[in-house]
């Protein structure tokens, strides 16, 4: 009942949303806003469509293991609305997030769940959605304030990677990515770029035991914990490849101040870095562009052990740390892509410390890890719509906690394949 409570305030909350965003958008076109003209404002979009088969959400789910979809549907805009100030808004019309829902079987975890989307909208549909005020629009050095909602600094922007969704995208990139609504200050002075970020809020709930046991929503709960995240970022074009790199961090509390795992305050510290470096091939060549990518990153989570937690014991304090990597080849030649990646995640999340270790931190459990091995293949028709075919194998140690079972007889594991379209302008 208390599910059913919550989804539909959130279906309520976004509908208001819906307005508030479309009445924002509106109200900053060049035809509702003083002293604007066309040249001041830039539309964009991203739309994704196509097709996937999920063997995780078998068995007895009528077919929704295949699913032809309508993935994304971003609209978003840009308005100059003085030479130092801009606004940025993006609305999501179609929005195919990962939540958990108790009532419906495909609607579990990141291991088994309808959701294909990276990013969990909470109780709004809104993207990014920030006023940014600039010291001077393009000087080579220059400081930035970017107050409203937007992604956590942590890794790179998830529009600058090759990765769209939960099916293709490591587990890793999904943790580490979020949306909050703060103010970040950024510096940046040629190839270097600094962001402090100041935030409110979580992103993604299901870091902690309380999302399975009496927190649904921590967002729809309005728990307004403040957090801090950085990152440093190099990121410089060579001829005609580039390499960037980056190092960062994200320092946040999840849930309610009370002391047990299932109700509780727990920490949401992400650190880690990476880089990517894009280079031509000689002509000589089959292939003509390599690129490589690499990133680490470590997570650590668990209930805080002051305030009025200090009344708990040593296990409900325990922190669980989660270590993790992944690594991307990609050879282009022409049109064509090809890419693979290999990752690997530490498993022991709060679920498998508190069913499967049962609060144990010696545990064999809190050892295992999980891999993935990603394998696409794209075509870019034009620089704006590309078709792309992806397979992906994951070894999940513990399927069971998912509720991932048998089918037919015997386990059918929780590979991935999809197919899908995707549409910018």
Known sequence: MKQQIVTVGRAKQKRLTRTLMLSLCLATTPTATAGLNWDSVELHGDVIAGYFYDYALLPRTMGRERQ???????????????PHWRFFGEYNFVNTEIYRDDDERTRHDWYRNLGVDLVYYGNTDAREAYFEYSSAR???TRWLAMIGRQFTPVGFHPDSLPYWSRIDAPHTTFLSNGLFTGINFVGESGYWRLDTFYFMGQDHPDRSYNYYGVEVDPQVKGNAYPGVAARLMYDRPVGRGRIRAHASGHFDKLGSAIGSLERGKHNDYRMGGGFEVRTPLPRWLFVDTLELGAEAMRFRTGLTADGVQGNTGQEDTYNIYRNGY???????RGKWRLHYTYEQLDRADSQVFGKVAELDP????????????ILGLSYAFT???????????????????SGIGTYQGKYHGEDKILSDLRWRF
Not at 326 to 332: K, N, S
Not at 362 to 373: I, L
């Open 326 to 332: 992944h690594g991307t080849i990609a050879l282009e």
């Open 68 to 82: 032809m979809q309508l993935m994304r549907a971003v609209l978003g805009v840009s308005v100059d609305i003085s």
């Open 138 to 140: 393009d000087a080579d």
């Open 362 to 373: 010696k545990h064999p459990a809190m050892d295992e890890v999980e891999t993935s091995h």
């Open 383 to 401: 620089d704006t719509l590309t078709w792309r075919v992806v397979y992906r194998a994951l070894d999940n140690p513990f399927p069971e906690i």
